[in-house]
């Protein structure tokens, strides 16, 4: 994929020229992408895979205005869809479904009514108890090796463990949620899609099971949800916070993981004023946000946005990324102008689980921090490589060294704490050694 120089970027493109959002050069530095695509004003025109033409809004301005802009804007991609590539690799994450995501007005306003309802149900105490004793059995499997990858042993797993007990279901079926969300993902073709018969398999038996004896848990509370959801209904809700829930907060982890470990200035004792996870949580969020492009609009007639006249029912996708950063990448740490991020998106389909996404992925990334303090990264940040794709900032693999801990050592480990205790031994000890990549 050659990229032209910013100089050769023209204000109005050629007719149907189109920079793809695909390819290993945009995964290897989307910012420099980003920059050259300004250039086309607020809007520019983008392929996101073979084929697939879309437009994409890096202004933030503009970004909020489709993001509120209802009576203009539809999320419903079923009209799109009769005319797009059959069998592009997109097309799961642009699909139409009976949820709140791919829908408008009423329809969304029932299935995002339960879905936040229910998400607010989750006490945040809880939540947090349930992340340490995960995040201890996960740390179990590889703190007395001395590395890790911590994408495919932590990211990857954690959230989807995490998701099987919100569901309700004992932690024995957990692995079985692994292997079939593994199996969709790093698979193609006919195996892909058994991982998907797999998780509808999952997913139906949950429904069935909770559908004969209530619990106290997330599928439980959207059976009982005013909306009156249908037993099919809530399957389709669960399958979508899955997929809208899963990737991102692997990324969020592994991609604030990754500034930590590199950096010298999350290493000092609190007294010298350390930066901490939820430090490196929002400069992900700003500056490489785990859903780097997504909202993906349709308007309803030919519209004209600041600038760029837009097909109706042409995909319009908002580069989180970009508007975040029009203005500069920003520093990690607390900002002073009180700005929004919209790595959430926002307007009414913004995520409705921002704080227990954020919950998880700080509580887990101080879990293993705690317990394993001089953890760094095998490799310098610079050569970590990204995996390819319009939508997801999403790093391959997140190689960690650190000084093992074995089962029979002294003191507290993830071997003997209890699970309800929230604060390991290692907390308190000495600074962690320095630990730029090695
Ligand atoms: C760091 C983690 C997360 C990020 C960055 C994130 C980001 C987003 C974004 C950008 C949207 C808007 C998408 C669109 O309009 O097309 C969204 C919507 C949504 N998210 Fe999240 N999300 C995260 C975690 C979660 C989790 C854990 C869940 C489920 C428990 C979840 C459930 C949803 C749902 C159901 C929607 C659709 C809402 C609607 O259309 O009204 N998300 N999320």
């Given at each position: 994929?050659?990229?032209?120089?910013?100089?050769?970027?023209?204000?109005?493109?050629?007719?149907g020229?189109r920079?793809?959002?695909?390819?290993?050069?945009?995964?290897?530095?989307?910012?420099?992408?980003?920059a050259?695509?300004?250039?086309?004003?607020?809007?520019?025109?983008?392929?996101?895979?073979?084929?697939v033409?879309?437009?994409?809004?890096?202004?933030?301005?503009?970004?909020?205005d489709?993001l509120?802009?209802?009576?203009?804007?539809?999320?419903?991609s079923?009209?799109?869809?009769?005319?797009?590539?059959?069998?592009?690799?997109?097309?799961?994450?642009?699909?139409?479904?009976p949820?709140?995501?791919?829908n408008?007005?009423?329809?969304h306003?029932?299935y995002?009514?339960?879905?936040?309802?229910?998400?607010?149900?989750?006490e945040?105490?809880?939540?947090?108890?349930?992340?340490?004793?995960?995040?201890?059995s996960?740390i179990?499997?590889?703190?007395?090796r001395?590395?890790?990858d911590?994408?495919?042993?932590?990211?990857?797993?954690?959230p989807?463990?995490?998701?099987?007990?919100?569901?309700g279901?004992?932690?024995?079926?957990?692995?079985?949620?692994?292997?079939?969300?593994?199996?969709?993902f790093?698979s193609?073709?006919?195996?892909?899609?058994?991982?998907?018969?797999?998780?509808?398999?999952?997913t139906g038996e949950l429904v069935?099971?909770?559908?004969e004896?209530?619990?106290?848990d997330?599928?439980?509370?959207?059976?009982?949800?005013?909306?009156?959801?249908?037993?099919?209904?809530?399957?389709t809700?669960?399958?979508?916070?899955?997929?809208a829930?899963?990737?991102?907060?692997?990324?969020?982890?592994?991609?604030?993981?990754?500034?930590?470990?590199?950096?010298?200035?999350?290493?000092?004792?609190?007294?010298?004023?350390?930066?901490?996870?939820?430090?490196?949580?929002?400069?992900?969020?700003?500056?490489d946000?785990?859903?780097?492009n997504?909202?993906?609009?349709?308007p309803?007639?030919d519209?004209d946005?600041?600038?760029?006249?837009?097909?109706?029912?042409s995909?319009?996708?908002?580069?989180?990324?970009?508007?975040?950063?029009?203005?500069?990448p920003?520093?990690?740490?607390?900002?002073s102008?009180a700005?929004?991020?919209?790595?959430?998106?926002?307007?009414?389909?913004?995520?409705?689980a921002?704080?227990?996404?954020v919950?998880?992925?700080?509580?887990?990334?101080?879990?293993l921090?705690?317990w394993?303090?001089?953890?760094?990264?095998?490799?310098?940040?610079?050569?970590?490589t990204?995996?390819?794709?319009?939508?997801?900032?999403?790093?391959?693999?997140?190689?960690?060294?650190?000084?093992p801990?074995?089962?029979?050592?002294?003191?507290?480990?993830?071997?003997?704490?209890?699970?309800?205790?929230?604060?390991?031994?290692?907390?308190?000890?000495?600074?962690?050694?320095?630990?730029?990549?090695?």
């Open positions: 994929m050659t990229q032209p120089s910013p100089a050769a970027v023209p204000t109005h493109p050629a007719p020229e920079v793809p959002l695909y390819g290993p050069d945009f995964a290897a530095d989307p910012h420099a992408v980003y050259r695509l300004r250039s086309y004003g607020a809007c520019a025109p983008v392929e996101l895979a073979p084929g033409a879309a437009t994409l809004v890096t202004n933030y301005r503009a970004a909020l489709v509120h802009d209802t009576t203009t804007y539809s999320k419903d079923r009209t799109w869809l009769s005319t797009a590539p059959k069998d592009s690799p997109v097309l799961p994450m642009m699909t139409w479904l949820n709140a995501l791919t408008d007005g009423e329809v306003a029932r995002r009514g339960a879905t936040t309802d229910s998400i607010r149900m989750i945040p105490h809880e939540l947090r108890e349930t992340v340490h004793e995960t995040a201890d996960l179990r499997k590889f703190a007395a001395g590395e890790v911590l994408v495919g042993e932590y990211c990857q797993v954690l989807l463990l995490i998701f099987n007990k919100l569901f279901l004992p932690d024995s079926q957990g692995p079985r949620l692994v292997a079939a969300i593994a199996r969709m790093d193609q073709g006919e195996e892909a899609a058994r991982g998907i018969e797999d998780l509808l398999q999952y069935a099971l909770k559908v004896k209530r619990g106290n997330l599928t439980s509370w959207m059976l009982d949800h005013p909306a009156g959801l249908s037993p099919e209904e809530v399957v809700q669960l399958v979508t916070a899955l997929s829930g899963h990737e991102p907060v692997k990324n969020l982890m592994a991609n604030a993981m990754a500034r930590m470990l590199s950096d010298e200035r999350y290493y000092r004792t609190i007294s010298s004023g350390a930066l901490t996870a939820i430090d490196a949580i929002t400069d992900v969020l700003w500056n946000p785990p859903m780097a997504y909202s993906i609009h349709y309803r007639r519209v946005l600041h600038g760029t006249w837009i097909p109706a029912n995909p319009v996708v908002i580069s989180y990324a970009a508007a975040n950063t029009s203005s500069g920003s520093a990690p740490g607390p900002r102008d700005g929004a991020h919209l790595a959430f998106a926002a307007g009414p389909h913004a995520c409705p921002q704080q227990p996404a919950l998880i992925a700080s509580t887990a990334i101080d879990r921090t705690s394993l303090c001089d953890i760094r990264l095998a490799v310098p940040f610079d050569r970590l990204w995996r390819p794709g319009p939508f997801h900032r999403a790093l391959t693999e997140l190689p960690a060294r650190f000084t801990i074995a089962p029979d050592q002294k003191g507290s480990s993830p071997w003997s704490t209890s699970p309800s205790s929230s604060t390991p031994a290692a907390e308190t000890s000495p600074e962690r050694r320095g630990g730029s990549a090695a």
